[in-house]
């Protein structure tokens, strides 16, 4: 997934869509904003992230996981067997990102880039309810596909690299 | 100025503004977990070296001590989850990448090990003890007749359990505090002196007390020159790691961690042990329990203080 | 006479029926320890869907409502047809949701009592509140007269109870839409083009190179299709200027930010209107052929340099000039946004006319990338009976007062509440239907005052907010989503209806507005103003003669018509009557000089803050809408309160962190109810402070809004007012901040009696 911060005006309709959605709990999330201030007035800049689960390929939440609950999905999506979760807050702790939470039944919860959509030919939510559609998502191999082609014009970054997950959330700047 | 905030109102519990999802339950987990190395281990060795005469403390009274050590701490980790009826999926999969699982699996041996080792000395602590089933009785004999062979495998045991607790947390690279191949070491030192502390507190022979003193000002010092190191590498490390460091050089678990952890628990009760040595009487259990405590501490801050590092991007 | 009006908390409905509420939310907690039955993801694809058009704000975007096969309403989505929102709804109308689900709604109609001296809210059947409110009604009617009833309304209700309210003799039908948002630009825009800007604004912004915000917060103001346009504008690299004290997400999106000093934005659009003219950049082809008094305004900003808004405005001279050339280089492809939300300083009208001289220079109105000509569908209306004449209306109480009111004001009613000896009759009695007056009301102590003076008041709400606690009955509507409305036809680049039904059935004892009209109509004998026992009757019948059916909109939602009226641009050389005075766009205003205001705009110095003191002023927070929203769950998890935002250098002098709560005082003493966070931020000038408006609600009835944030209408009481029209100026006011709760707060927490 590829998020132009450009563009993105912190609106949080993509949190909202979540929730509604992927039946999040009031008072958690999968996805959240992150507003950057930086400068003095009147030279000031703002960066603006809809951050959430980075699917990362080389997701340290999977290498922890005792029981295999967290894994890898064909695809590169990092899914959370719920049956198969104790719970025991590994995960929680490996994530740099802080993008999972334990959610009140139990079981630990995170963005699944909504793979019952995917799976059905659809966008995942908060991709499809963006406003100002700042929410690129599709297929990193095919060059072709919608994040692809942001990716190729424009310049990135990826948050917190050097914690080596590497992290598969592209921010355009 | 630099400003970040959440502007999504994000605030989940025990995760926002400071991650906190191990409470007290992980600490005390690793401690009991360390403490029963501890004693596992000197156990193991001794028996080995053939001076269960000499050590009685460390090779049967003390042993008594692990089981409830261990069914405490696996029992506060079963607290520590969240989805507990699920637990059972912890035994159903091996996964090596993961210390919570091979942590689970190494406990989920030495514990009944351990359990073993106390019953085969219970004739001795309690000479009235009848095991009722033959069965019984006659698998004392065989564990008797092995003992030590059963000490090598406890002790490999132990020596894995002591280092497990430290990469339980070293594993996980997201906390910058616990980021550091040093935990591993350190908390299986840290663990080998609380066990050789609870030694010290049952023993009533004299040599065996000097002998464990000894080994135990050993480890204190390993675990000074290790906490040193530590530091040492996060001042040297990157942002988060050298902010990881501030939490205990001026941050907000200095007084814990220098008066409780350091001084209280390490270098003060050394240097108590070392007037022992010298022939002063010092009552033991003062040194022990400071020991015990400070390890205890010391465990608690690592884990609270390690949630709250992040890396900042 | 003064009705001594106890503010009361909606005592009766709260309590027993919250519980039920919860029951129906709280889905979570069970089944799990067996597995199974943990939520699943809310995939559209198996839900069922009805067609919605959104009243979380007056964008109203049209979607779909999904509901479950237990009839449980899960989500809403845009219609992809509907060019309001594309198939993309804002935050505010993705979490519409939590508006149906909100376990504070008001439950059951409520009579006020009085026991004991203790005045409390009664349950009541809807034949007793509605045969009460009737009642009530004719005695006021009989003994003033039916002209001193008013009707405050925001939103669809609006047109059944003025349907009622025509129909019983009084034509004193108030928006807070107009006194308190875009009343100065619409009558600016009658002066200059002959026509109002409407809502949505015909702003061609997804083919345009320039966008100029006067304080226009797009991104913040999150009116959807503005924002989506805006968002295209960016990806597209169209140069964007802001204005505004404060750098806005818009701001930040922007190739220019002229932080301007608050108030002073007459004097930069002069000196741009004097760089366009003098450095001969304007469209001259355009203001030739279009508009009148082209010379006279060349004569009247002749000294009006940038050199001389640089004096005022803080803005760089070179800046100025740079900007205009901007706007001339992207000329007609430009916009000068007309703002929505204008009443700031009182001299409101002139400044939107500012704005569209502005564009008449540029040529943007009526060409592609600046202003397209938006069109309607003209929906059949039943014929009624005639109404009645009425007497007198609002505008006796102000004689040769606001002559370019084209509509009612709210807050002149609300004022001539107020008995006065040269007035024969004030305000007696209000409807107010969708509108929270003490929160949108500037100066909330005058607009209870006045409640204090009415002898009957009635409130159609759906939540428990400020406005119940002074009612004598309060009459539940149904949410949105539970009811059917009138179409909704507003102009666009093509015409569209969209149409609203219910996903679901009301929930508790509430009722749709239409209903709720129609029976107090008949208690008050004017059913024959209704003639029709269900509204999908009416709707069948304007669908049927517009060739559709109510049968086909069901599927639909959305229908778009072919354009009747002409071109969506200007042609080339056409020919344009303008409906104003000389049939130009007029940059001298006939209509203002015949009514003795100004003909063209003139700067004004107003207030400054004196030492200590900071200006107040105020936006939108994208997730919220007014006040509407800060209890809704889904929202309130967004954002839970305003804060105050400070200068760090304010900060510092102050001795203020981030996270502190302070009270606010303004310049006459009145202080903010509840304490507001500070937020020390880069993102404002030194001499203005800055908070959302909608927060700090004062029921405790809206259990997770109470007491949330500070309600920036209590600190508004210099309320600046337009001559011309009435508006409600609300942004001279100044605040210091209180680290202590002062000790004798006669309103602290508490509600001032009424
Ligand atoms: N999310 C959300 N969106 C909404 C609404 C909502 O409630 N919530 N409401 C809708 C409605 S009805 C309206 S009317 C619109 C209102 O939205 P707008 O028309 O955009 O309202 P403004 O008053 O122009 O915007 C407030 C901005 O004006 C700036 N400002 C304050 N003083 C000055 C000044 O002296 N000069 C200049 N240049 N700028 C100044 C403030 O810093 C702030 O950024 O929003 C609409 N959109
Ligand atoms: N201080 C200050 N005052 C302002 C503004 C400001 O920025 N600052 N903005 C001004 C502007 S631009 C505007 S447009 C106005 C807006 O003013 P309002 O429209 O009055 O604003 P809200 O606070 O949204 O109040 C709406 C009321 O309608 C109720 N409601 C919601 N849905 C329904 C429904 O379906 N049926 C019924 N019967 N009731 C419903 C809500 O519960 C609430 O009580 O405020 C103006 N006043
Ligand atoms: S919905 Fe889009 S614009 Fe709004 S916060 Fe999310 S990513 Fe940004
Ligand atoms: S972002 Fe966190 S939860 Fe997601 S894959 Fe990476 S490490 Fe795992
Ligand atoms: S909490 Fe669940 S998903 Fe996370 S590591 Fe533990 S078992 Fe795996
Ligand atoms: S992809 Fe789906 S699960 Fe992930 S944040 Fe977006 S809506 Fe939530
Ligand atoms: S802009 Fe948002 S709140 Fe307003 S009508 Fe559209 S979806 Fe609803
Ligand atoms: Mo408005």
């Known amino acids: ?173 | 100025m630099k400003e970040e905030l959440f502007v999504s109102g994000r605030d989940i519990p025990n995760i926002d503004p400071y991650l906190n999802i191990w409470h007290w339950q992980i600490p005390l987990y690793l401690f009991l977990g360390g403490l029963a190395a501890g004693i596992l281990f000197f156990a193991g060795y001794y028996t080995i070296l053939r001076k269960e005469k000499e050590m009685e403390a460390t090779v049967k009274w003390a042993p008594f001590l692990a089981p409830f050590a261990l069914v405490l701490g696996l029992f506060a980790l079963f607290l520590d989850l969240k989805h507990k009826l699920y637990f059972w999926q912890l035994y159903t999969t091996v996964r090596f990448t993961s210390p919570m699982s091979w942590g689970a699996w190494t406990l989920m041996l030495i514990t009944p090990i351990s359990f073993i080792w106390a019953a085969s000395y219970i004739k001795e602590v309690f000479p009235k003890w009848d095991w009722k089933f033959d069965v019984l009785n006659r698998f004392e004999a065989y564990i008797i007749k092995n003992r030590k062979g059963i000490a090598w495998i406890m002790m490999i045991l132990a020596v894995i359990l002591g280092v497990y607790t430290g990469i339980l947390l070293s594993a996980f690279n997201a906390r910058p505090l616990w980021n550091t191949s040093i935990l591993g070491p350190l908390f299986l030192v840290s663990g080998l002196s609380t066990g050789l502390a609870a030694i010290m507190l049952m023993s009533k022979s004299k040599y065996e007390r000097k002998v464990v003193s000894r080994l135990d000002l050993i480890m204190i010092a390993v675990e000074l020159f290790l906490i040193i190191h530590l530091f040492m590498g996060f001042l040297a490390a990157s942002e988060v790691q050298v902010e990881a460091a501030a939490l205990f050089l001026g941050g907000d678990f200095t007084a814990v961690f220098w008066i409780f952890v350091i001084f209280l628990g390490l270098v003060f009760p050394a240097v108590l042990e070392v007037l022992e040595l010298r022939g002063y009487h010092i009552p033991v259990w003062i040194p022990a329990v400071l020991i015990l405590i400070g390890g205890l501490v010391f465990r608690f801050v690592m884990v609270e203080a390690g949630q709250i590092t992040r890396f900042l991007y | 006479m003064t009705t001594r009006r106890d503010f009361i908390k909606v005592v009766t409905a709260g309590t027993g029926a919250a519980a039920l509420g919860l029951s129906v939310l709280d889905v979570k907690g069970m089944g799990s320890i067996f597995g199974g039955d943990e939520p699943e993801p809310v995939s559209d694809t198996k839900l069922k869907r009805y067609p919605t058009y959104c009243e979380v704000c007056f964008w109203k975007c049209a979607g779909w409502t999904y509901v479950d096969d237990k009839g449980a309403i899960k989500k809403i989505l845009g219609n992809k047809e509907d060019p309001h929102c594309n198939g993309r709804l804002c935050p505010r109308g993705t979490g519409g949701i939590g508006m149906y689900y909100d376990e504070d709604r008001l439950k059951t109609p409520l009579i006020r009592e009085e026991k004991d001296g203790k005045q409390y809210f009664r349950e009541a059947s809807w034949e007793e509140a509605l045969e009460l409110t009737a009642r009530r009604l004719k005695e006021v009617a009989e003994r003033h007269s039916p002209e001193c009833i008013a009707l405050f309304n925001h939103g669809s209700g609006g047109k059944y109870f003025g349907t009622l309210l025509k129909a019983f003799g009084s034509e004193n039908i108030a928006a807070p839409s107009f006194a308190q948002c875009r009343g100065p630009r619409e009558t600016g825009w009658i002066a200059t083009f002959g026509q109002a800007v409407g809502s949505p604004e015909p702003t061609d912004i997804r083919d345009t190179n320039c966008l100029v915000l006067i304080g226009s917060h797009l991104g913040e103001n999150m009116h959807n299709g503005q924002v989506q346009e805006m968002s295209e504008a960016i990806e597209r690299g169209a140069t964007i200027i802001t204005v505004d004290p404060r750098f806005s997400t818009a701001a930040s999106k922007s190739k220019y930010w002229l932080p301007i000093k608050p108030a002073t934005d007459m004097a930069l659009l002069l000196a741009w209107i004097h760089v366009l003219i003098y450095e001969e950049i304007y469209n001259k082809k355009y203001v030739e052929k279009y508009t009148y008094g082209f010379d006279l305004l060349k004569e009247h900003v002749k000294d009006m340099t940038p050199e001389w808004a640089y004096g005022i405005t803080t803005i760089e001279p070179a800046v100025i000039r740079k900007t205009a050339r901007e706007m001339a280089d992207a000329a007609p492809s430009v916009i000068v946004h007309p703002g929505r939300h204008v009443t700031w300083y009182g001299d409101d009208t002139q400044r939107t006319r500012a704005i569209a001289i502005l564009n008449a220079l540029l040529g943007s109105w009526g060409n592609r990338g600046g202003f397209y000509m938006s069109e309607k569908v003209h929906i059949p209306h039943q014929k009624l009976p005639p109404f009645p004449k009425p007497k007198r209306t609002w505008r006796d109480a102000f004689p040769g007062q606001y002559k370019l009111a084209s509509l009612a004001l709210s807050s002149g009613i609300c004022d001539a509440t107020i008995p006065t000896d040269d007035r024969d009759c004030s305000f007696k009695a209000w409807i107010v239907s969708g509108t929270n007056l003490p929160l949108t009301l500037p100066n909330k102590k005058n607009t209870l005052e006045a409640i204090s003076h009415l002898e009957f008041i009635v409130v159609i709400d759906t939540m428990p907010m400020e406005i119940t606690g002074y009612a004598d009955v309060i009459l539940p509507e149904c949410t949105y989503l539970e009811r059917y409305d009138l179409l909704r036809t507003s102009g666009h680049r093509e015409p569209y209806i969209a149409l609203r039904m219910p996903a679901a059935e009301p929930k508790y004892n509430t009722k749709p507005g239409w209903w709720i009209a129609k029976n107090l109509a008949n208690k008050l004998g004017l059913g024959e103003y209704f003639p029709y026992d269900d509204i999908t009757e009416v709707l069948d019948w304007q669908l049927k003669q517009m060739g559709s059916s109510l049968e086909e909109m069901k599927k639909i939602g959305v229908k778009k018509f072919d354009r009747q009226e002409g071109g969506l641009y200007f042609q080339e050389g056409e020919d344009i009557e303008f409906n104003t005075p000389t049939g130009k766009i007029e940059l001298w205003s006939n209509e203002m000089a015949a009514e003795n205001y100004d003909p063209m705009p003139v700067y004004t110095p107003h207030p400054e803050p004196e030492e200590g003191f900071y200006r107040l002023i105020y936006g939108r927070a994208p997730m919220h809408t007014f006040s509407r929203t800060s209890n809704n769950h889904n929202l309130w998890d967004l954002k839970k309160e305003n804060e105050v935002w400070v200068n760090p250098k304010v900060a510092k002098l102050w001795d203020l962190n981030n996270g502190d709560k302070v009270w606010l005082k303004n310049q006459d003493g009145i202080v903010s109810s509840f304490p507001i966070k500070v937020r020390v931020t880069e993102r404002i000038r030194w001499d203005s402070v800055y908070m959302v408006h909608g927060f700090g609600h004062s029921d405790k009835f809206l259990t997770r809004a109470y007491g949330h944030g500070a309600n920036d209408s209590e600190l508004i009481t210099n309320v600046m007012i337009d001559p011309v029209m009435g508006g409600t100026g609300m942004r001279g006011n100044f605040v210091t901040f209180l680290k202590e709760k002062p000790k004798n707060m006669e309103n602290s927490g508490k509600e001032v009696k009424a």
């Open chain 1, 1 to 173: 997934m590829a998020i132009d911060t450009t563009k993105c005006v912190g609106c949080g309709d993509c949190v909202v869509a979540c929730q509604t959605e992927n039946n999040v709990p009031h008072g958690y999330c999968r996805d959240w904003i992150v507003e950057n201030v930086a400068g003095t007035y009147p030279n000031v800049e703002i960066e603006l992230r809809s951050e959430r689960c980075n699917h990362c390929d080389n997701a340290p939440c999977v290498r922890c996981c005792p029981t295999g609950a967290s894994h890898i999905v064909e695809g590169g999506i990092v899914m959370v067997t719920h049956e198969e979760c104790i719970g025991c807050g590994a995960c929680i702790e490996s994530c740099p990102y802080d993008a999972r939470y334990s959610h009140p039944e139990g079981y630990v919860d995170k963005c699944t880039f909504c793979k019952h959509r995917i799976d059905n030919g659809q966008l995942p939510a908060c991709v499809e309810v963006c406003p100002t559609k700042c929410l690129y998502f599709g297929d990193l191999d095919d060059p072709n596909s919608d994040v692809s082609k942001a990716l190729q014009n424009r310049k990135w970054k990826v948050l917190a690299p050097e914690a080596g997950t590497k992290p598969q959330l592209y921010f355009l700047t």
